[in-house]
């Protein structure tokens, strides 16, 4: 599993979102809409991405 890569992909502006959902956005390394990174398949990173689930989208 240490091997496994998810790509998460911003695709709604963090206006008027809550601080702590921001801050979360910008520890998953995302900065602009559209903007894509491809993050380890950890626990840690998929509890971020279900907390902003609204906010990106994601593959395996």
Do not use: C, F
């Amino acid at each position: 599993m240490a091997d496994k890569k998810i790509r998460v992909t911003l695709v709604k502006g963090l206006i008027g979102t809550k601080q702590d959902h921001r801050a979360t956005v910008r520890g998953l390394g995302l900065r602009r809409v559209n903007h894509t990174v491809e993050l380890e398949d950890t626990p840690a990173v998929r509890g971020m991405v279900n907390k902003v689930a609204y906010l990106v989208k994601w593959e395996s």
